[in-house]
């Protein structure tokens, strides 16, 4: 028998009607009431103090701070592909920090990326990795931003794709991109290992810059560590593709974390030279626990070879033939801190040959460091000056052209200069 047309459009209305019901029920949180800003005194100290390091774990601070503003207060620009964010202010402010909001509320935002007010909460909020983490270390940083000094700002609007400013497409974004639930200590591997991996896939959300994101900004299945980008810098893959993965082992993965530095690898540029220096705050056994873990993604496949044993010193001076005026710009610029056996060399810089930005099959990360130069976080590490307003796009391409081909074994780039010039563009946007 033949549905009539008025019976047709009745089924598609009923659909149409449980469809928005579905999607309702699916964007709609709860706004949770506001509290009475806690008295300090209230928190116990000892969980303060824990709640310090997690936090620092998290690099709350660097996110949460403009430059040259006041610690957690915020509104500091945060590019994405899709525009760009301005962060929250997370000081105990009662009007525009989170000093009315609840430990309930709190954990919510940290683990679901709902705010108290009931809207939904973008992703450079980390809490894919933050998801993962306890509650009990929640309280804990909660305890220590709720005791950090009030301040009143509030931060500049996002500036967006058009139409990327309705939140509640985020709700769809974590149905299919957030995946809760608690990290699973592995029974045969070491107490130390499964604390690196709690810290490492939670607070510390390493994932989120080196793993892979697809178009719609999720990180990638199963690709885990493979690699990506932050902020116009190459995150490497910290698994065995790792350009530079036999010069790494624990004690050197633990110097870098600590110190920025390492002697057989590269100092912390770009992005990794805060994170880096948060770490140097953080107690040794969390960060050699964070060493352990991600040494054994880097290893758990390939051919070991210890930092000592691979960090033969390349220098192929015939390099110069090829790159005359390169080579007269290395020696007149670089020479004094980059030439073998220089005195800077020798005291605090890492051998070229070993550099894995010079090594690595894509020059971004080199370009990055000769254009924006190396600047060391809280007076810590080597300084590289920038070279964006002294050399030409030409040159930088013809300098790392020089230094790959005298330093390295590896093949030369291609189509260097018109990536140079891309680059540039992309840093004065």
Known sequence: MRLSRLQLLGGAAVVAALGLAVAAWIVYEPEIPKIARPDVSSFDPKLVQKGEQLATVG????????????????????????????SDNITPDAATGIGSWSLQAFTRAMKQGVAR????????LPYEHFTHVSDE??????????????????????KLIPGLGFRQLLAGWKLLFLHQGEV????????????????????????????PRNLAGGEELGQSFAGGIAEGWNAPALDASNPAAALWDTASLFNYLKTGLDREHSAAAGPMGPVTEGLSRLNDADVKAIAVYINSQM?????????????????????GTAHPEADRLFNGSCAGCH???????????????????L????????????????????????????FSNILTDSQVADLLAYARARFTDKPAWKNLDAKVADIRKENAE
């Open 339 to 357: 030439a073998p056996g220089a005195p800077m060399n020798l005291r605090s810089r890492p051998a070229l040959s070993t550099a894995t930005d």
């Open 299 to 319: 290893h758990g496949s390939a051919t070991y070879v210890s930092a000592s044993a691979s960090a033969a010193v390349m220098d192929n001076p015939s390099a």
């Open 184 to 211: 699973v200590p592995q029974a045969d591997q070491s107490p130390e290992w499964n604390r690196g991996k709690y810290l490492v896939e939670g607070l510390a959300h390493c994932g989120g810059c080196h793993t």
């Open 137 to 158: 270390d929640l309280k804990a940083v909660y305890a220590f931003l709720m005791t950090r000094q009030p301040v009143s700002q509030t931060a500049p609007d996002n």
């Open 59 to 86: 690099d709350c601070i660097v996110c949460h701070t403009a430059p040259n503003g006041r610690p957690f207060a915020g509104s500091r620009a945060l590019p994405t592909p899709f525009g760009t964010l301005y």
């Open 359 to 386: 090594r690595a099959d894509d020059p971004r990360n080199a370009i990055q460091a000769v254009l924006q130069g190396i600047a060391p976080e809280g007076d810590k590490g080597p300084y590289m000056p920038s």
């Open 117 to 124: 007010d009931g809207s939904h909460l973008y992703p450079a």
